[in-house]
């Protein structure tokens, strides 16, 4: 890739900001950006001690509104209550073609409280769930039986999150397009906190 420049002529108004450097003899204005605040309205779906006793079920479900496409930026998966028995818990996320029904719903909230309230629905554990279609990743997670009393530990936690040059997870408009985290195996007694966090947008 071959660099270049652009011959801009400068006038009366006002000044852009710029740092010069020279490339090939010529001196090459490169100009000053600021970013400003992200203006797209976030949202977090969050829920905590949601049991994982059952096997393939649906821990949480995230479903578009008619009208919006939802961009995931993040996923945080952690162990909130002690398993029985320590195993190793298997974790996978799919896309949905149908909404689950049935389960305990989750209201989305805006970071910014001057955001209008979030289009995509949630909820948590639907006793009939949605329709899964694409795998999109899997995790597996070492689950507790007891907290020590003694001394430090550390427990296991999966996150995702939007890489730098990367798409986000793209949830098309549509009520029927979603995504869900699915527990594998069964682990009695133990309890998980899930966290998405999204924004919405009117483009693709």
């Known amino acids: 890739m071959a660099e270049a420049n652009v011959v801009v002529t400068a006038g009366s108004g006002t000044n852009l900001h710029s740092n010069t450097r020279t490339i090939s003899a010529a001196t090459m204005h490169d100009q000053y950006v600021l970013p400003g605040e992200f203006a797209y309205a976030s949202y977090i779906a969050s829920t905590t001690s949601i ?24 996923i945080r998966l952690e162990q909130s209550g002690n398993a029985t028995t320590g195993v190793v818990c298997a974790f996978q996320l799919f896309r949905l073609s149908t909404a689950g029904t049935g389960g305990s719903a989750i209201t989305p909230a805006p970071f910014d409280t001057a955001d209008s309230a979030s289009g995509a629905t949630a909820q948590t554990l639907p006793s009939a769930k949605g329709t899964e ?48 985290l699915k527990v594998i195996n069964a682990t009695a007694g133990a309890t998980v906190t899930v966290s998405i966090e999204f924004i919405e947008t009117s483009f693709i």
């Open 133 to 180: 279609t694409t795998m999109l990743m899997q995790t597996q997670l070492v689950m507790r039986q007891a907290v020590s009393a003694t001394g430090a530990q550390v427990d296991d936690a999966y996150e995702w999150y939007q890489l730098p040059g990367t798409k986000p997870i793209v949830i098309p408009a549509g009520t029927s397009n979603g995504l869900a």
């Open 51 to 74: 049991s994982i006793a059952t096997a393939n079920s649906h821990v949480i479900q995230l479903m578009a509104s008619s009208s919006l496409n939802v961009r995931v930026r993040r």
